[in-house]
């Protein structure tokens, strides 16, 4: 301990190593870690407080240390089975978008991989434009598409399937286009990548051995691309599970989402400590698929070097 | 029997070309659609009656919108530059020190913005600043709280990026640097970085697109008087059409596309260039 004290003091540490290290990581650690931290210390703030809620929670009276830790926001919303509704909701939302994702993207990915080198850069072009392209406007077109006056309604109409509009806009079936429709190219770009690297000795040889296409796509090829899946769900689940932004301009009032309740209680609600264990919550729901992604990307670095 | 396989084959490539056409049209038609309807001469925005250009002609007398890209063209500079100088380090780190105590959090650090739903992000941020402020008095709300939060998003993509790029390039060649005496400093901006600028070209515009795209971090973030411009887009998509906004997004579909296709032309030539020295390069060793 004193010896490392004397290390830290004589910045005996400071090599340029350390300098390229720390720079990085200071700034992960004053940008990243500490908010959270600070999220959490707002969340169970007192509500005397609550007009300061950056107010210290320790406090000295008469020489003894009281903490005041506040955890009314938490049963608040352990209460209302809304909150719970709407976690739950958000997840069903999240999930369904993932596998829609993964349905047309894995074959997409898949045909991607098989065509012609030449052609191959074109066709990743051709998901990454949108990509590139303003992700708000996007979503913003499908408001003009799907709404009760939109293109598709007239469409309809004009074609004489249906004789009056159909309301399809602020209705989960818009908010599930809208999500897939973002975050298509976060599920198709890892697949590809995985899918195109694929050794085709594999697939021969399971040819040889009589394997049928269909088996040879089951046994072979899915499991080999495993890690392209679980990459390209996360990409999309994490994110879509807080969404705000696709929720607020094509979902409705009964598409519940976590992240417009987070964005309520903030700023219209203005309830600070609210919206922090809204948050709070929200981190711990994240959690896990968060640790699966980070193990995923750590293999990717570690493997690929 | 051959004609059955052939017909499978057949059949394969007509479902695999199907299954790519009908996934382009529904990556493509919302923007196509956006641009069509730029040109609409009528504000019921979804049905034609016309060609016209008043809606860009509106934009330009747009005093809010105006300002709103001004704001956002600063941060989105200031962010793609903050991005790929932090993204490099990063990277660097990654890429080159195997071992040192944290770097599993410096890795999940880096890499979590990249999926985190960006309302924990903006709400956290800002609850930093406000800390911040009141702890130091600075900072205020507006273009610097901004560029922070967009900075820490673009890092994330930047270090995808860069680290990409590291793990490809030839490590003979900073070998080569040092067994010629060259000090680290010296190999990094002489060898490392001649080498990955176009990865660096690529983040820089990467980080400079999702700053001037960004929604919820900016509408944590800024103060009054400080609304980008997709805070000024998302309150009016939010209220219903606006011809307006499809005409802002036919610019930017524009602008976007030329920058894109120019750099990837540009990176193309790079690395061809490249390639060719190093092919001279070892041909010269070899005679």
Redesign the interface.
């Known amino acids: 301990m004193k010896k490392f004290l004397i290390h830290m003091l004589t910045l005996r540490w400071l090599s340029g190593r350390h300098i390229v290290i720390g720079i990085p990581y200071g700034w992960l650690l004053l940008v990243f870690l500490v908010p959270f931290l600070i999220v959490f210390r707002i969340s169970v703030a007192d509500v005397q407080s609550a007009a300061d809620p950056f107010g210290s929670l320790l406090s000295y009276v008469d020489g003894v240390a009281t903490l005041k830790i506040k955890l009314a926001n938490y049963l608040f919303i352990a209460q209302d089975s809304l909150y719970a509704l709407t976690y739950l909701s958000s997840l069903k939302y999240a999930v369904v978008t993932t596998l829609l994702c993964l349905l047309i993207g894995y074959p997409f990915a898949y045909f991607m991989a098989r065509a012609r080198p030449t052609i191959r850069t074109t066709l990743l072009m051709l998901v990454m434009l949108p990509f590139w392209t303003s992700f708000l406007l996007r979503i913003y077109a499908w408001k003009g598409i799907l709404a009760s006056n939109g293109l598709l309604n007239n469409l309809l109409l004009w074609l004489g399937v249906i004789e009056t509009p159909l309301a399809l806009l602020h209705t989960p079936f818009s908010l599930v286009i809208g999500m897939v429709y973002a975050y298509l190219p976060f599920m198709i770009l890892p697949l590809y990548a995985n899918l195109v690297k694929m050794d085709v000795r594999f697939l021969e040889a399971a040819a040889d051995l009589g394997s049928t296409p269909w088996k040879t796509f089951w046994l072979v090829t899915v499991p080999l691309s495993k890690s392209g899946i679980i990459a390209g769900s996360m990409l999309v689940l994490i994110p879509c599970v807080g969404e705000f932004v696709i929720p607020e301009l094509l979902g409705g009032p009964e598409t519940l989402m976590i992240g417009r309740v987070l964005w309520d209680e903030f700023f219209s609600n203005n309830d600070w400590p609210m919206a922090s264990a809204v948050t709070v919550i929200m981190i711990l729901l994240i959690l896990l698929p968060m640790a699966i992604f980070n193990k995923y990307q750590n293999k990717q670095q570690g493997g690929g070097a | 029997m051959k004609g059955r396989i052939k017909g499978r084959i057949d059949g394969?490539r007509w479902f695999?070309?199907s299954?790519?056409s009908a996934?382009?049209l529904?990556?493509?038609?919302?923007?196509v659609?956006?641009i069509v309807?730029s040109f609409n001469s009528s504000r019921?925005?979804?049905?034609w009656s016309g060609f016209s250009l008043q809606w860009y002609a509106s934009l330009m007398d747009d005093a809010e919108i105006i300002s709103g890209f001004v704001l956002s063209l600063k941060i989105a500079v200031l962010t793609a530059f903050a991005s790929v100088i932090?993204g490099t380090?990063?990277a660097?780190?990654?890429?080159r020190?195997r071992r040192?105590a944290?770097r599993?959090l410096?890795?999940?650090?880096?890499?979590?913005?990249?999926?985190?739903?960006?309302?924990?992000?903006g709400?956290?941020?800002l609850?930093?600043m406000?800390?911040m402020q009141?702890l130091l008095g600075f900072p205020e709300r507006g273009l610097f709280t901004i560029w922070?939060?967009h900075s820490?998003l673009g890092?994330a993509y930047a270090t995808v990026v860069v680290?990409s790029r590291l793990?490809e390039m030839d490590k003979s060649l900073e070998e080569a640097a040092m067994d010629l005496g060259c000090k680290?400093?010296q190999i990094f901006f002489l060898v490392t970085l001649p080498n990955i600028t176009p990865a660096l070209l690529s983040a820089w515009l990467?980080t400079f697109?999702l700053s001037?795209?960004d929604?919820?971090l900016s509408?944590?973030l800024s103060g009054p008087g400080s609304s980008t411009m997709?805070i000024v887009?998302?309150s009016r998509?939010?209220l219903g059409?606006d011809p307006r906004?499809?005409a802002?997004?036919t610019l930017?579909?524009l602008a976007?596309?030329i920058g894109?296709l120019a750099s990837?032309l540009y990176i193309a030539r790079a690395e061809r260039q490249r390639q060719k020295q190093i092919v001279a390069a070892t041909r010269n060793v070899s005679q």
Do not use: C, K
């Open positions: 394969y695999g070309r299954w790519l996934t382009y529904f990556l493509y038609i919302p923007i659609v956006l309807f019921q925005s979804m049905e932090l380090f990063a660097f780190v990654l890429n020190y040192f944290g599993t410096f890795n999940s650090m880096v890499s979590a913005p990249l999926v985190m739903p960006e309302v924990i992000i709400l956290s941020l609850l930093l406000v800390s009141r922070i939060a820490l890092m680290q793990r680290p400093h990467l697109t001037l795209d929604v919820v509408a944590f997709p887009i998302f998509a939010r059409l906004v499809n802002i997004a930017t579909i976007v596309s894109v990837s």
